[in-house]
């Protein structure tokens, strides 16, 4: 290998390591954290949204996903088949925020390297959890190009 051969490869490597990286930085980074809370002497979840990228995330929707029924292996197989998808929650519900009250919160914008909380009160909970199997939640946020992000199970210890 001549000296040219080699300064070419790492011009190579270089532009490709940097194409990955611009692609990677350029694509929003949302991350979704909910928690117990206390505030202004109501216990309840406090929904953290943060935006880890480098530019404003603009934020059209927040749902709360909650367990309604239990799904056996042969439905999970069949709404496979005739949605052509897999589903990673089956069973699990969708609910608007805005059923509870939540008007004003979204559409709103986050800007970079920043965060929006909202409070969600025990009592807007157990409305949630009258329905659901399990007293869990899982928040998920849409942006603007309704790309969701999801936030890890939150167990709820208040009963």
């Known amino acids: 290998m001549s000296v040219t051969d080699i300064?070419?490869?790492?011009?190579a490597l270089l532009s490709t390591v940097v194409f990955f990286w611009q692609w990677k930085s350029s694509r929003p980074n949302i991350k979704v954290v909910v928690v117990c809370a206390l505030e202004d002497g109501q216990t309840g979840?406090?929904?953290?949204?943060?935006?880890?990228?480098?530019?404003?995330?603009h934020v059209g929707a927040v749902t709360l996903l909650y367990p309604w029924r239990k799904v056996g292996v042969m439905a999970k197989?069949?709404?496979a088949w005739v949605h052509k998808r897999l589903d990673?929650?089956?069973g699990w519900v969708l609910s608007s925020l805005r059923n509870y009250g939540f008007d004003n919160c979204f559409?709103?914008?986050v800007a970079a390297h920043n965060?929006?909380?909202?409070?969600?009160?025990?009592?807007?909970l157990e409305t949630v959890f009258f329905n659901a199997t399990?007293?869990?939640?899982?928040?998920?946020?849409q942006d603007a190009v309704w790309r969701n992000y999801c936030s890890n199970?939150?167990?709820?210890?208040?009963?």
């Open 107 to 109: 559409p709103c914008q």
């Open 115 to 124: 965060s929006v909380g909202i409070f969600v009160p025990q009592s807007v």
């Open 134 to 141: 399990r007293r869990e939640i899982i928040v998920q946020v």
């Open 88 to 90: 990673r929650r089956p």
């Open 45 to 57: 979840c406090h929904i953290a949204i943060q935006n880890l990228s480098s530019h404003t995330v």
């Open 153 to 159: 199970v939150f167990k709820d210890v208040a009963r």
């Open 77 to 79: 197989i069949k709404d």
């Open 7 to 11: 300064i070419a490869l790492y011009a």
